[in-house]
Nanobody
Framework: QVQLVESGGGLVQAGGSLRLSCTVSGRTFSAYGMGWFRQAPGKEREFVSRISWSGGTTDYGDSVKGRFTISRDNAKNAVYLQMNSLKPEDTAVYYC??????????????????WGQGTQVTVSS
């Protein structure tokens, strides 16, 4: 079993930055691709970003491209999401996920096997 725990969410003003962290335990972290998703009230869960098991491949949703950066540290069993130039529309619960994912299918919620409990990000205008 794989356990994921997110941290780093909070309240920030528009234009500000936050860094989300996700620590993983239970199995070989480096075997999994990792993704970040978000879900705003009344909306479906949305792809934000993902990173391959090696860290060599990254992908971003159009709404965050150029503002967010995903990274991972396999030695620490952790994945990070640096969020800059935050906007009110970035307000959501952010979830990290682990799965044996690749290619464009890595944008799909259904491709991930394990999920964290989520961390709230609120951006005020």
């Amino acid at each position: 079993q794989v356990q994921l725990v997110e941290s780093g969410g909070g309240l920030v003003q528009a234009g500000g930055s936050l860094r989300l962290s996700c620590t993983v335990s239970g199995r070989t972290f480096s075997a999994y691709g990792m993704g970040w998703f978000r879900q705003a009230p009344g909306k479906e869960r949305e792809f934000v970003s993902r990173i391959s098991w090696s860290g060599g491949t990254t992908d971003y949703g159009d709404s965050v491209k150029g503002r967010f950066t995903i990274s991972r540290d396999n030695a620490k069993n952790a994945v990070y999401l640096q969020m800059n130039s935050l906007k009110p529309e970035d307000t959501a619960v952010y979830y990290c996920a682990a799965g044996r994912v690749a290619g464009t299918r890595a944008r799909l919620v259904t491709e991930y096997d394990y999920w964290g409990q989520g961390t709230q990000v609120t951006v005020s205008s």
